[in-house]
């Protein structure tokens, strides 16, 4: 069974950032990467599925993204997995959520895969929409919001467990060939150890255009994407009242609001 | 004249709150526009749920017999696709919830339509409609429009739009569903275990904790605190995640949505969007982080720029 999991660096801008001169992102110079939190999860659940059933799984970290995004395929390498692939050109530049779908799909197929675990979101833009994306791409059955999952290598559906809205969780089974989109707190990401660090780096990391894999200009960036950027900006922004002084000061201000607000009640 | 289509959502027998929320949107887009508004319902007898959604502004209700009771994604996929087919609507309107995450990206990619999520502002632009959504953790705002698209499918952000309380008789049709595969099979619901815990959305205070509390050991002390001062006690998804205070604590989408709350006093939460939405109404949030540019900061009424462990000790002394 080979299992891919797609991950992706997330972006956090400074304050006080500058737009690029296009006006329809922010300018490279501003972000600050890492890892998306969601990829933690997804890559630990495969991490674990390779430790249950050894040479019955193959897991392989995959990425759409500049040689930064390596760092992420590298840190996903230090705790598993013995290779990693990057899909990067100019024409993937301005890609939505779809346009990047349909590099993984082409991927998937590449490598003859047999499972999909992606992360549900990414904290930057959150779209929620990759995932599922690649799915539909594929024509494969998903599932999206994992958050416990039973797979036995070979078996013809999964089940797995669904988390919903307010707590309520759904259990259901899933034909395979599947994506599944993977929820925060289905696992505990361990921590790579200085040894895996050192081995990841020795690791191959194989590097595809998207004409590689078949795709051609139309089918990635702003022409194969399903919506279109016409400006960022930043919003006005609400800014709380803010209590100066001593914490003692501070703690004596928040108490008194607290009693105000609360009509005295304790 | 153009069609804006909701699709009604339904869990257990029940249309979600967000469904009047998206159907409250189409009504505002189509007063602009002079469009009309189609609300289909799929369900096992949509007859059901056909009067609530015959809301002031909704011109056809369209219902779907389907053979399920609960979602199913290839089921929902595979009609509204074939809806689109038949009805040709401009914009096709479903709530950014948990059930479209899971077919609504299918469903694009099937029909390659205009697609983009979690909006919050739609509007028209001469004939091009417009859509804003968030970036970068919310720090940015992003305006989307959809070129050379017949149609397009949106889903929109939840607690934006209010649901309209009028009623209206629509014109009420049904449409044939085609045979339809479904890949996955619900089993059933598992209830969130919230035994012998408090109910947190019905709390009028209460003081949450984020990352920021560091370790499990740190916890006792809010919950001291809490006591002291007659809160109740919530967190933010990390804790409940790490097991340090059951998933029935945790604020958010989810979590739980404080409704009754007047003042939430949030320690170590930097206040993702996930969070936010679980307590961005509550009028007094007094939020404290050492971090000033946290976004829990730009939806609270008091800010606290300073070490949460410094400020919960002082605070001791005013409750006891």
């Avoid at chain 1, 972006?11 to 969601?38: F, H, I, S």
């Avoid at chain 1, 599925?49 to 230090?78: F, M, Q, W, Y």
């Avoid at chain 1, 395979?176 to 191959?204: D, H, M, W």
């Avoid at chain 2, 990352?211 to 919950?223: I, L, P, T, Y």
Wanted: proline share 4%.
């Amino acid at each position: 069974m080979k299992i891919l999991v797609p991950v992706k660096q997330v972006a956090t801008v400074d304050e006080d950032c500058e737009m690029r001169e296009d006006g329809k992102d922010v300018d490279l110079d501003y972000l600050d990467y890492e890892l998306n939190e969601w990829d933690e999860y997804s890559w630990e659940e495969a991490v674990r599925l390779k430790e249950t059933h050894g040479n019955e799984v193959e897991i392989v970290p995959v990425t759409v993204g500049p040689e930064s995004a390596e760092d992420g395929l590298r840190r996903c390498l230090a705790k598993g997995g013995e290779r990693a692939i990057r899909v990067w050109d100019d024409a993937l530049e301005a890609s939505d959520p779809i346009a990047v779908a349909r590099v993984l799909a082409k991927l998937v197929q590449r490598e003859n895969a047999d499972l999909v675990l992606a992360g549900t979101l990414s904290s930057d833009h959150g779209f929620a929409a990759t995932g599922v994306a690649v799915a539909g791409l594929l024509g494969w059955a998903h599932a999206a919001v994992v958050s416990q999952l039973n797979i036995s290598p070979g078996t013809a559906r999964i089940t797995l467990r669904r988390e919903l809205e307010e707590g309520l969780e759904e259990e259901i089974t899933v034909r395979c060939p599947a994506v599944l989109t993977i929820q925060l707190g289905i696992n505990e990401p361990r921590y790579a150890s200085l040894r895996g660090i050192k081995q990841a780096k020795a690791k191959p990391l194989e590097v595809l255009s998207h004409s590689d894999l078949g795709l051609d200009d139309t089918e990635v960036g702003e022409s194969g994407s399903l919506s279109r950027v016409r400006r960022m900006f930043a919003p006005e922004r609400g800014q709380a009242e803010l209590i100066e002084g001593t914490a003692a000061e501070q703690a004596s201000r928040i108490a008194e609001i607290i009693k105000e607000a609360t009509g005295g009640l304790q | 004249m153009s069609e804006i289509m909701v699709v009604a959502e339904h869990r257990r027998g029940e249309l979600t709150p967000a469904t009047f929320e998206v159907i409250a949107a189409a009504v505002e887009l189509k007063q602009a526009n002079d469009m009309t508004v189609t609300v289909v319902v799929l369900a096992q007898d949509p007859s059901d749920f056909g009067g609530q959604v015959s809301v002031a502004g909704v011109d056809k209700v369209v219902n779907a017999t389907v053979s399920v009771s609960e979602f199913q994604n290839d089921i929902y996929e595979t009609v509204i696709d074939a809806m689109i087919d038949t009805r040709k609507p401009s914009v096709v309107l479903l709530s950014h919830s948990i059930d479209a995450w899971g077919y609504a990206p299918a469903l694009a990619v099937r029909r390659q339509c205009g697609f983009t999520t979690d909006v919050f502002e739609l509007r028209y632009d001469g004939d091009n409609l417009v859509a804003t959504r968030a970036a970068y953790s919310e720090k940015m705002h992003v305006e989307l429009d959809f070129p050379g698209k017949d149609t397009v499918l949106i889903t929109l952000r939840g607690n934006i739009f209010k649901p309209i309380e009028e009623t209206s008789t629509p014109l009420v049709t049904s449409f044939e569903v085609p045979t339809i595969e479904a890949r996955t099979e619900h089993i059933g619901f598992i209830e969130p275990d919230s035994t012998g815990d408090v109910d947190i959305t019905q709390a009028e205070s209460m003081l949450s904790i984020g990352r920021g509390v560091a370790e499990e050991d740190n916890v006792e002390q809010f919950a001291e605190l809490a006591d002291a001062m007659g809160f109740t006690l919530g967190c933010s998804r990390p804790i409940a995640d790490s097991g340090w205070l059951p998933k029935s604590r945790q604020v958010g989408q989810s979590g739980k949505t404080v409704s009754n709350c007047n003042v939430y006093l949030a320690f170590g939460i930097s206040g993702s969007v996930q969070h936010m939405a679980g307590m961005k109404h509550v009028p007094n949030i007094i939020a404290v982080n050492t971090d000033a540019e946290a976004s829990i900061f730009t939806i609270a009424r008091y800010g606290v720029v300073a070490d949460m462990f410094d400020i919960a000790e002082e605070l001791k002394n005013h409750f006891v």
